[in-house]
């Protein structure tokens, strides 16, 4: 047996491993994101669901009439109230 041998042997080897790997980590992966797709799809639900609501709030709040009454009660604070204690 010469060298050659030996290398081309080595070669399989280290082959067949990093075959067995890569296809384990596959495997790994899709249960992975088996497992995490309900939670991913609640996710976008919940995002979903959010942006309507903040949608809903800014049409009502700041595109109708009583939007003037908010900025009035922002108005009547004196400048710098809402970071008062941040700017010390």
Known sequence: MSIEWFRDLAIV???LGVTIVVISLGILAWLLY????PILDS?????????????TVEE???QQPCGRGVHAVFR??????LF???LR
């Open 13 to 15: 080897i280290l082959g």
């Open 60 to 62: 009502e709040i700041y």
């Open 34 to 37: 088996r497992k995490l797709k």
């Open 43 to 55: 996710v976008k639900a919940t995002t979903k669901t959010v942006e309507k609501f903040s949608a």
């Open 76 to 81: 009547l604070r004196p400048p710098g109230h």
């Open 84 to 86: 008062a204690g941040r």
